[in-house]
């Protein structure tokens, strides 16, 4: 009798918990901290997932959400973005977006709630961007420090760049696409985005 007892009450822990994770993600946007928090509850959430698949699906509308993924695509090729037709320009959104999502879904899929650390918001620069600052907790190794930038879309805060350890992800990515675009034009950085990518989700 127990151990049926037992049984139920497993099944039904199960059942809530898959019935919490079929539950569309839920984010707020209204103030850089929210949007930060946002994003750490939402990688806690995808991770439950074991299929890099199932993680990118949860994420890419959040990542979209918390982070203005254009401005971002835009500046790290701000030398040659006037020179490019719309539809390069769209092409090379679409191949940024999908790889920053996949990212995400690749790298964060064993995080918890005591993952990441308490976050603290500075004030406003001159520009009115908002600096977020966390870190990450690692077993036996020293946390990994975490800068966001965020600055204004009409109503929304979005992340428009992340210093991890003193290191900038924006400026990794100009000093790379600029290489690479120098090499083999707009249709060569695309298909490096997509093959990153690709080997992302090979794993």
Same mark, same amino acid.
């Given at each position: 009798m127990q151990s049926r007892r037992t049984f139920i009450v497993s099944a039904a822990a199960v059942l809530a918990e898959l019935r919490a994770f079929a539950q569309p993600l839920r984010w707020t946007t209204d103030s850089a901290t929210g949007t930060i928090a946002s994003l750490q509850q939402g990688l806690i959430a995808a991770s439950r997932s074991a299929s890099?698949?199932?993680?990118f699906r949860t994420l890419?509308?959040?990542i979209a959400a918390t982070h203005d993924l254009r401005y971002i695509a835009e500046f790290a090729l701000r030398r040659q973005w006037s020179t490019l037709a719309e539809a390069d320009r769209q092409r090379f959104v679409a191949a940024f977006e999908r790889l920053s999502v996949m990212t995400y879904a690749a790298r964060f899929k064993a995080v918890g709630v005591d993952t990441f650390r308490p976050m603290k918001a500075e004030p406003a620069d001159a520009s009115g961007r908002v600096q977020v600052k966390t870190a990450i907790a690692r077993a036996n190794q020293p946390d990994v420090s975490l800068e966001y930038l965020l600055q204004r879309d009409g109503e929304d805060w979005k992340i428009i760049n992340v210093v991890a350890d #003193?290191?900038?992800d924006l400026a990794l990515k100009r000093a790379e696409y600029q290489r690479v675009f120098a090499a083999? #034009?707009?249709a060569g950085?695309?298909?490096e985005l997509e093959q990153q990518t690709l080997r992302l989700e090979r794993g």
């Open positions: 890099i698949d199932e993680r890419e509308p959040l #003193g290191v900038s083999g #034009g707009i950085l695309i298909a």
